[in-house]
């Protein structure tokens, strides 16, 4: 499990140490795509610490949510209606969901392991 974390924490040095910039407009398809990441890479730490993890699932996700996010961004800017907010909405509380159980699997373990 500490392989993806430092390959994450790399990513983010890294990202923030290059000179690349988005133009502003594709920043809402950043967004979007960043959000795929993070709950794709929450699911994975989540599966794995439950002992369910599976890297063609995982991939497959990974791919299968940022296209989806993406053709929803898509769609939205020409028909002029704000759809990708049903992904922010999707991405979001599974984000935080996931977040929240792998919180409650550290504590419990913390906890069985301080008796």
């Known amino acids: 499990m500490i392989i993806p974390l430092l390959g994450l924490l790399l990513g983010i040095f890294i990202g923030l140490l290059s000179p ?6 594709y920043s809402t398809y950043m ?9 794709s890479v ?18 497959s996700g990974f ?4 296209a989806l996010a993406a053709i929803l961004t898509y ?9 990708y907010y049903a992904a922010i909405f999707a991405f979001g509380v599974r984000l935080f969901q996931n977040f929240a159980i792998i919180r409650r699997y550290i ?9």
């Open 20 to 25: 690349f910039t988005i133009p502003i407009q």
């Open 107 to 115: 504590l419990a373990k913390m906890k069985k392991n301080s008796k």
């Open 31 to 39: 967004s979007i795509a960043i959000l795929a990441a993070l709950d």
């Open 42 to 59: 929450f699911g994975g730490v989540r599966s794995s610490m439950e002992n369910t993890f599976d890297i063609e699932i995982f991939i």
């Open 63 to 66: 791919f299968a949510n940022a």
């Open 75 to 83: 769609i939205g800017d020409q028909l002029g209606v704000p759809i």
